[in-house]
């Protein structure tokens, strides 16, 4: 994609460099700097709305989150297309082996503790109505559901009825381990799926999407509830089992709409497969 149009749009008459960021898969990411100052210009994909995504909410959700001080600075942002503008932030990537030491896991639940307090957010992300409207949408577009999903759905119907109404919370819904920066202070970016939701789910994304062992769980829900109880263990655990279904059946999804170069269709395997493991 070429952020040229958006960079005239977005900084008139400025001298701007841009570069090209990394990492994305649904949007594509540029740092622009502009006489002094550095800012990340993300640009959405294509039929990114079918995702879920609604670019006010990521809007309002990324603010809310700067607010409590975990995230960038929204600066910019242009309707209709979406285009989302952001301070740039001069911090490093967490590795995995960061993420899993009991002092990172303590700040990182500190983060997520201070944004699930927060003021509400516009939006809802509901786990179990996500992999329903992702396959409704993936047949729309001629795409053949695998096996799978009809077993993930029992038994995220089961553990909805097991687990009974949850509080809602603001929530990111997506802590991917490249979403983490330290710049002397936990800082999450990329907020498009958040939304008003359980907590159980940012926590169960969180785990597993960075590889926590039981004993890092362990020490991810005491540094976030100041204990640790075997029911709150038993949620993580069933959540890890939505997280992973919630990714394979956006896979599914990408595999019919998508116009990036991925596969897609191993994506949404990998992530079926290990859906799975998290059944007792």
């Not at 109505?129 to 795409?143: C, K, P, S």
């Not at 799978?148 to 995220?156: I, P």
Request: glycine letters at 8%.
């Amino acid at each position: 994609m070429d952020p040229t149009e958006a960079v005239e749009r977005l900084w008139p008459g400025r001298q701007a460099r841009v570069t090209a960021l990394s990492g994305g898969i649904t949007n594509h990411n540029f740092r622009v700097d502009v006489e002094g100052d550095s800012f990340v210009l993300r640009m959405g994909g294509a039929q990114t709305e079918l995702l879920g995504i609604d670019r006010r909410t990521e809007r309002e959700a990324n603010h809310r989150a700067f607010e409590v001080g975990i995230a960038p600075h929204v600066v910019g942002f242009a309707e209709p297309e979406g285009w989302l503008v952001t301070r740039f932030i001069h911090g490093r990537p967490i590795s995995l082996d960061e993420m899993r030491t009991a002092r990172t896991i303590q700040r990182v639940a500190s983060a997520v503790r201070r944004f699930h307090e927060a003021a509400p957010i516009p939006g809802v992300f509901d786990s179990h109505a996500v992999v329903v409207d992702y396959r409704l949408e993936a047949e729309a577009h001629g795409v053949t559901i695998p096996d799978a999903y009809a077993r993930g759905l029992e038994m995220s119907e089961g553990i909805r009825a097991a687990r009974g109404p949850q509080p809602s919370v603001p929530c990111h819904n997506d802590l991917l381990n490249a979403n983490f920066l330290d710049d002397g202070a936990i800082k999450i970016v990329d907020w498009e799926y958040a939304g008003m939701g359980d907590r159980f789910f940012d926590l169960a994304n969180l785990s597993v999407n960075n590889e926590f062992g039981p004993d890092e769980d362990r020490e991810l829900m005491s540094a976030y509830f100041g204990t640790v109880r075997d029911e709150d263990l038993a949620s993580l655990q069933q959540m890890k089992f939505m997280s992973d279904f919630r990714e394979a059946m956006w896979g599914v999804l990408q595999s019919g709409i998508s116009e990036l170069d991925e596969d897609f269709n191993a994506y949404a395997a990998k992530h079926f497969e290990r859906m799975f493991s998290h059944v007792p």
